[in-house]
């Protein structure tokens, strides 16, 4: 997954906050404030995405995003640090610095490192784009369990570049050929059909979840 260069490279920029930090009152003072507001917004951004499930329409520029958005809580807690009395600020950032290292946005953090997007986008009809991603995989005693995340979004025309998230749904390799799972938004109903096809010894499943509303068991109608 990459996590060597992304250890990396986070080392590099806790650095590069480091000389920062010794550097700061050699700044004019709206040079700092400046540095400290798109410190902040940035900080927030990936938050603002999640909430409100707008995001850029490239998973490669996300994470680029998520990567501005550690650079910028870096650059708050280097100040947070020179803030008096300066012992006890340096020793609760650091604190706040580990779960940077530890925390599962490592995984998003390291996406950007890979050669190509991992996930493999399908058309829908209409103002519709659904993605399919391999999120996780696991063993049994009888075979490798690949788990597959699809997520349907609305594209909007005036601004391709932005998608927004309308629902997701999981499959696994072992209930059906999850790798080809596809989904049908069924405008009637207001509902999104998300279809994984056969494997040998297994039945093809439908699941009906609502289209925008938060992710439910919804409806699994084993295919005939």
Excluded at 30 to 55: E, H, N
Excluded at 118 to 123: C, E, R
Aim: net charge positive; charged share 15%; glycine share 4%.
């Amino acid at each position: 997954m990459y996590l060597q260069q992304t250890y990396a490279a986070l080392g590099l920029l806790t650095a590069a906050m480091i000389v920062l930090r010794f550097l700061w009152w050699r700044l004019p003072r709206r040079m700092q404030s400046a540095l400290l507001w798109v410190g902040g917004i940035s900080a927030v951004l990936p938050a603002l995405a999640l909430v409100t499930k707008w995001s850029i329409a490239s998973n490669h520029a996300n994470t680029l995003v998520n990567w501005v958005a550690i650079a910028g809580y870096l650059l708050i807690l280097m100040r947070f640090s020179l803030m008096r009395p300066q012992w006890l600020t340096s020793l609760c950032a650091l604190v706040l610095l580990l779960p940077v290292f530890s925390s599962a946005l490592l995984f998003p953090l390291a996406d950007f490192f890979h050669p190509r997007d991992m996930t493999a986008a399908f058309q829908i009809e209409g103002p519709y784009l659904g993605e399919r991603t391999e999120s996780e995989a696991s063993t049994n005693d009888d075979s490798r369990c690949r788990i597959f995340d699809i997520k349907v979004y609305y594209q909007p025309k005036f601004a391709p570049f932005l998608k927004h998230r309308l629902q997701r749904s999981t499959f696994n390799t072992l209930e059906c050929d999850a790798a080809r799972t596809t989904a049908i938004v069924l405008h009637d109903s207001g509902e999104v059909q998300f279809h994984c096809p056969a494997k040998p010894g297994k039945s093809a499943l439908d699941r009906i979840l609502p289209l925008n509303q938060p992710s439910t068991i919804g409806k699994v109608i084993p295919s005939k």
